[in-house]
């Protein structure tokens, strides 16, 4: 049952968490599940999410960063999500093309037609079925988001969360924006409470926007 699912949402909105619970939720439903992210998703990908994400490249134009990412982008749909689709799978994208009007359209104020375009370009049209904006204040966010910075090992994929405060509340208008002008797509969730209670609403808010079949295992919209 091909169904393509994307999350959005600020830095440290949680929407990694969120795709994660869902991905178990649908698993045991009986489904199979292609979870994925952008940048990246593919080992090609992942090396251009690394340009991308490093705070040192900050000397790194707008037109460039946009560039990259349809780039990734590109090799991200050809080699996992529309063979994914194709499968039958059902893939859950932590991030992909309202991310780049959000970020480098709102946030890095880039022409919004241009990227349309791109992203079309990058895409070759495919869209998702259902967006999941996680809303929450920007403060919020990126408090948390620097405290899981400052408490990994691995590379410290900075270069946004060390954006000022108004990128970001740009950023946040830009994905309400989206969500107010493509109602039919997205669902809007508050990220602001605890993981608990953001699931219980994006459970039973998502569940409507299902396909039959996988909302019947959904339980109509039940949490557990
Ligand atoms: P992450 O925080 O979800 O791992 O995403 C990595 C960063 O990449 C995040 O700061 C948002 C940024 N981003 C863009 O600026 N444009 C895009 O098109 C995508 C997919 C991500």
Redesign the pocket.
Known sequence: MAFFITFEGV?GCG??TQLKRLKERIEEAGERVTAT???GGSPVADKIRAI??DAENRDMVPLAELLL?AAARAQHVQEVIAPALERGDIVLC???TD??MA??GY?RELNLETIGQLNELATGGLQPQLTVLIDCPVEVGLTRALARIESTTGAR?ER??LESVRFHERVRDGYLRLAATYPDRFVVVDGSGSVEQTEVVLVSAIASRLPDKLRAAFGGGRVR
């Open positions: 830095e929407k990694t992210r952008e940048p991308l994400l990412y932590d991030r992909f991310a780049t970020y480098q946030g994929e946004f969360e």
